[in-house]
């Protein structure tokens, strides 16, 4: 069963429009979030991070939300650009990881592609 | 500054045969992890080290054995290939923390 469900493998979004990318979460225990970028042929890279004491997260034209009673969050990226296009993965730590010793959990990740 | 750096970055294995992947980090990082990508099925982690000659098992760990001798060094290794193991491999190493940092990847094809 997977925990952790980014359920859009792809998106299609016009240059200068907001992006959107949605992830759900089943497990309660959950008290980190992150999000990571990965284009073709290299290593994930990490974007942005929340704390489930926080409900919002911004960085630059990158703002994660989190809505813990939903068990969901989003990424929005605003104005979306050329350079956006990749795949996104959501990721998790555990409240028990000791600080994220024990890894993260992914979803299975979303393409999003920006149309010029 | 290298970072995270794999070795091989593609290999071709017949079934059966072995082999070992190769991650070193120059970071000084404490925690280092090995996933695997499938299509479609995002990242899995496979094994992991909290430190210098520790090791934990992931959730996908049947088949792969896994070594740090050096806190700079994680080697994962399979013994026995198996078609299944076709994957690309990511090696990943963070200080004590979220601060994740992931290297290139080395694509694995079993034949």
């Known amino acids: 069963d997977q925990q952790v469900k980014q359920n859009s493998p792809s998106l299609s979004v016009q240059e200068g429009r907001i992006s959107i990318l949605n992830c759900d979460y089943t497990n309660s225990m959950f008290d980190y979030f992150l999000w990571y970028k990965k284009y073709p042929a290299e290593g994930p890279t990490f974007l942005i991070s929340i704390s489930s004491i926080k409900d919002k997260n911004e960085d630059g034209r990158f703002t994660v939300f989190l809505n813990k009673s939903a068990k969901h969050l989003s990424l929005h990226i605003v104005p979306s650009q050329p350079g956006d296009s990749a795949v996104y993965f959501c990721?998790?730590?555990?409240?028990?990881?000791?600080?994220?010793?024990?890894?993260?959990?992914f979803g299975k990740g979303t393409h999003l592609i920006i149309q010029p | 500054n290298a970072g995270v750096t794999q070795t091989p970055k593609f290999r071709v294995l017949k079934t059966g045969q072995s082999m070992t992947l190769l991650c070193a980090q120059d970071m000084n990082h404490e925690y280092m992890y090995w996933y695997r990508q499938d299509p479609g099925m995002g990242l899995r982690l496979i094994h992991y080290?909290?430190?210098?000659?520790?090791?934990a098992k992931g959730e996908v760990p049947d088949g792969y054995n896994v070594s740090r001798l050096k806190k700079q060094n994680f080697l994962l290794g399979l013994e026995s290939a198996a078609p299944s193991q076709t994957s690309v491999y990511f090696c990943?190493?963070?200080?004590?923390?979220?601060?994740?940092?992931f290297g290139s990847g080395t694509r694995l094809t079993v034949v």
């Open positions: 080290s909290v430190g210098e000659g520790t090791t």
């Open positions: 990721a998790a730590v555990l409240k028990t990881s000791g600080g994220g010793a024990d890894g993260l959990t």
């Open positions: 990943a190493s963070s200080p004590r923390g979220y601060g994740y940092t």
